[in-house]
């Protein structure tokens, strides 16, 4: 196979999902839908931007090549993206992990209604839906895509595992597409496959976390033909000869996804939209990850992986002003 280099979320955010089930018992943001002020919006978006930066390193650090009027968007709907990718770390019971999405359901179908219940993210969504033209379905698939992995944590092909990062990964790049009024089949075909990468490439970045909780994140059509044994992955927690092969194979994947992306732009040699560049920057950190993978021979326990790569922050504005990932 051709290396990566030539073809070309975490334990801490289950924390915060905690901290946030509190948060929500409070009398500052109850659930009860109310009409809010603008002081109430204005914390709203700060409680976001803050949300990002803790929990979402790359995307706090790619949010700032938006203009300056879109940044409080895009933290509403990445914060509604975390709030809904740390419930299953967040919940002891299913059932109870099933409660908070039932909130979100009903929180989108009266933020849609002008009604938002007074929570922070909801709040900020509720005045991004009013500044952009943004579809509920999108919303509503995160959520039922989330439910799923309630009950279904692994995958058994490589077919589900993209059909379930399309609705999570790629969903939240259709709306920051229609968010920048950049919608376009061309681009929402590139956003896409950088969606279906990068939750490929979080995956295996975040291996070791799920691999403690007993949950085997690389399809089991893959592990089985490398012949992974999983038990001893979860009790071990060491890398092997099967299971290395088995994390190139889905890396690889990965990457093929990103050059698809790539190629969606080949008519204009490879340059992006300079509008809808900030989203597409943010394949650089799901490069960062695949070649940081390599660099260790695809051992995802290593401890390097779990480490920020300083490099980042230049190949990130170095690719925005370039308009190519």
């Not at 978006?45 to 968007?73: I, M």
């Not at 379905?137 to 399309?166: D, G, K, N």
């Not at 260790?296 to 504005?317: A, E, I, N, T």
Request: hydrophobic share 40%; with cysteine; proline share 4%.
């Amino acid at each position: 196979m051709v290396p990566l280099r030539q073809c070309h979320a975490t334990a801490r955010l289950a924390g915060h999902a905690r901290r946030l089930g509190r948060l929500w018992r409070s009398k500052a943001f109850s659930t009860t839908p109310c009409v809010h002020s603008s002081v109430g919006v204005s914390e709203a978006a700060n409680y976001c931007k803050d949300l990002v930066r803790r929990h979402d390193y790359e995307s706090f650090l790619t949010s700032q090549l938006y203009p300056q009027l879109y940044r409080p968007r895009y933290y509403a709907l990445r914060a509604f993206y975390i709030e809904l990718a740390t419930i299953k770390e967040a919940v002891s019971q299913t059932t109870l992990g099933q409660g908070r999405l039932v909130f979100w359901r009903n929180a989108i179908k009266d933020i849609f209604k002008n009604a938002p219940p007074r929570h922070p993210v909801a709040i900020a969504l509720h005045q991004t839906t009013q500044n952009s033209h943004l579809a509920q379905y999108h919303f509503q698939r995160m959520i039922e895509a989330r439910e799923e992995e309630l009950f279904s944590p692994t995958h058994l092909t490589v077919e589900s595992m993209t059909a379930h990062a399309e609705s999570t990964s790629s969903t939240f790049f259709y709306l920051v597409l229609s968010m920048l009024f950049q919608e376009s089949a061309m681009l929402s075909h590139a956003a896409s496959h950088l969606g279906v990468a990068q939750s490929f490439a979080t995956f295996l970045r975040a291996f070791s976390f799920h691999a403690s909780r007993g949950v085997m994140v690389i399809p089991a059509e893959i592990t089985a033909k490398h012949g992974v044994n999983q038990q001893e992955v979860f009790s071990k927690r060491a890398t092997s000869k099967e299971l290395e092969d088995a994390v190139f194979e889905l890396a690889t994947i990965a990457n093929d996804n990103v050059i698809t992306a790539r190629e969606m732009f080949k008519e204009t040699g490879g340059k992006v939209p300079q509008a809808a560049m900030p989203l597409f920057s943010a394949a650089i950190p799901v490069m960062s990850i695949l070649t940081r993978l390599e660099s260790v021979d695809f051992d995802v326990f290593h401890p390097s992986l779990q480490g920020r790569d300083w490099k980042l922050p230049w190949r990130v504005y170095t690719s925005y002003y370039n308009r190519r990932f």
